[in-house]
């Protein structure tokens, strides 16, 4: 279903405005989800061969791309989901609010966002967020409440 890319996206920052020209054309549905196909051929992920890539839409309209980067020691290892969070928040602040998510892998495999991705965009991402992922049964979309409906939060006073 998903077929290996050798064209890699813009290097350097990688955050696309929405008019931006670097965008693939696409017809908006599953667009995001393509930007995330195609940042996963920078993945670095020697000792899992999991290429993983993810693609966050934030509320300004600007659309910021993360892959999975690997460790020697496994456990510092940091998912595409995360990449991509952090990098949104380095390049735009912490104000920003993220209303569509996706995750692609070119592994043919299922890809759902794992468990300390989703406490971490939950942080930033609104409920009512759609969620695309690679499934077993394709591609699917879910709203990020469905997704995490129990977030931890820590009452602000
Ligand atoms: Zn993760």
Same mark, same amino acid.
């Given at each position: 279903?998903?077929?290996?890319?050798? #064209?890699?996206?813009?290097?350097?920052?990688?955050?696309?405005?929405?008019?931006?020209?670097?965008?693939?054309?696409?017809?908006?549905?599953?667009? $995001?989800?393509? $930007?995330? =196909?195609?940042?996963?051929?920078?993945?670095?992920?020697?000792?899992?061969?999991?290429?993983?890539?993810?693609?966050? =839409?934030?509320?300004?309209?600007?659309?910021?791309?993360?892959?999975?980067?690997?460790?020697?020691?496994?456990?510092?290892?940091?998912?595409?989901?995360?990449?991509?969070?952090?990098?949104?928040?380095?390049?735009?602040?912490?104000?920003?609010?993220?209303?569509?998510?996706?995750?692609?892998?070119?592994? #043919?495999?299922?890809?759902?966002?794992?468990?300390?991705?989703?406490?971490? $965009?939950?942080?930033?991402?609104?409920?009512?967020?759609?969620?695309?992922?690679?499934?077993?049964?394709?591609?699917?979309?879910?709203?990020?409440?469905?997704?995490?409906?129990?977030?931890?939060?820590?009452?602000?006073?």
């Amino acid at each position: 279903m998903y077929r290996e890319r050798t #064209d890699a996206v813009a290097s350097g920052l990688m955050a696309y405005e929405d008019d931006n020209a670097t965008r693939p054309r696409g017809s908006g549905k599953g667009e $995001l989800f393509e $930007l995330a =196909r195609k940042v996963a051929s920078h993945s670095y992920s020697p000792y899992s061969g999991f290429r993983v890539g993810a693609a966050l =839409r934030l509320s300004g309209g600007q659309v910021v791309v993360g892959t999975n980067v690997e460790n020697v020691s496994y456990g510092l290892t940091i998912c595409a989901e995360r990449a991509a969070l952090v990098t949104a928040v380095s390049q735009f602040g912490p104000e920003i609010r993220i209303v569509a998510v996706a995750v692609a892998n070119l592994n #043919d495999a299922p890809s759902p966002p794992c468990g300390a991705c989703r406490q971490m $965009l939950a942080e930033f991402t609104l409920a009512e967020a759609l969620v695309e992922f690679a499934s077993a049964d394709g591609v699917r979309t879910m709203a990020f409440s469905e997704l995490l409906p129990l977030a931890f939060e820590m009452k602000r006073r």
